[in-house]
T-cell receptor, first 111, second 114 residues
C-alpha cells in the first residue's frame, strides 16, 4: 500500500534548468494537489486537479506547469528554474470519503 | 476566495498540560470540511482530526478535540494531556464542498516541554 509517492526526494538545479516532479497515487483519488512549503508561509497551493485531464491554478502558479494525463499521476514542471523556487514541494491526493494523503516531500534547491 | 488564518506562529506547553491552537477561516460556502494536520520534524503530514461543517457535534480523536464555531468561522484544536511526541507544526486546512481547493493556514509550531 504505497499511498502517495513523490520523486525525486531531493534535487539541486542551476538557474534556468528545467525539471519535472512526479506524484503517483494508488488510491483512485479524484483530486490531486501540488503545494510548496516555505518557512513562515505554510503550504501554498500551486496547482490542483479534480480529475484526469483537468488542472487548475492555485495561489502561486507562476513559473510552474502541471499535467494529469492519467488519473494516478500528477506532474509538476519547472521550465526555467529560479532561486525563488527553492522550497519543499508536497503532493497530495484526496477523496471526499477520506482524508488528504501526502507524499514525503521533495526538497528542491535552485542555485 | 477561501482563507485560513492561524494567528499563533509558536506555542509552548508543558507535558501533561492542555493547549489550544486557534484557527479562523473565511468563506461564503455553507458546506465544507475542516482539518488539522500535524507535521513532525520528519516532514510527514499526518491527519489529526476532521470536521464536517454540517455536523454540529465537535469532532474528537483521543486526546485531540475541536471547538467548531460555525457562525464565528472558528475551528480551534485542543490537545489534552500533552506529550513530547506532540511537538510539531500544526496546520489548519479548509475544503469547500462546491470547490476542490484544499487551503492551509500558515501553521503553529508547538513545543511540548518537560
Amino acid at each position: 500500500n504505497a499511498g502517495v509517492t513523490q520523486t525525486p526526494k531531493f534535487r539541486v538545479l542551476k538557474t534556468g534548468q528545467s525539471m519535472t516532479l512526479l506524484c503517483a497515487q494508488d488510491m483512485n483519488h479524484e483530486y490531486m494537489y501540488w503545494y510548496r512549503q516555505d518557512p513562515g508561509m505554510g503550504l501554498r497551493l500551486i496547482h490542483y486537479s479534480v480529475g484526469e485531464g483537468t488542472t487548475a491554478k492555485g495561489e502561486v502558479p507562476d513559473g510552474y506547469n502541471v499535467s494529469r494525463l492519467k488519473k494516478q499521476n500528477f506532474l509538476l514542471g519547472l521550465e526555467s528554474a529560479a532561486p525563488s523556487q527553492t522550497s519543499v514541494y508536497f503532493c497530495a491526493s484526496y477523496s471526499r470519503r477520506t482524508e488528504a494523503f501526502f507524499g514525503q516531500g521533495t526538497r528542491l534547491t535552485v542555485v | 476566495a477561501q482563507t485560513v488564518t492561524q494567528s499563533q506562529p509558536e506555542m509552548s506547553v508543558q507535558e501533561a498540560e492542555t493547549v489550544t491552537l486557534s484557527c479562523t477561516y473565511d468563506t461564503s460556502e455553507n458546506n465544507y470540511y475542516l482539518f488539522w494536520y500535524k507535521q513532525p520534524p520528519s516532514r510527514q503530514m499526518i491527519l489529526v482530526i476532521r470536521q464536517e461543517a454540517y455536523k454540529q457535534q465537535n469532532a474528537t480523536e483521543n486526546r485531540f478535540s475541536v471547538n467548531f464555531q460555525k457562525a464565528a468561522k472558528s475551528f480551534s484544536l485542543k490537545i489534552s494531556d500533552s506529550q513530547l511526541g506532540d511537538t510539531a507544526m500544526y496546520f489548519c486546512a479548509f475544503l469547500a464542498g462546491t470547490a476542490s481547493k484544499l487551503t492551509f493556514g500558515t501553521g503553529t509550531r508547538l513545543q511540548v516541554t518537560l
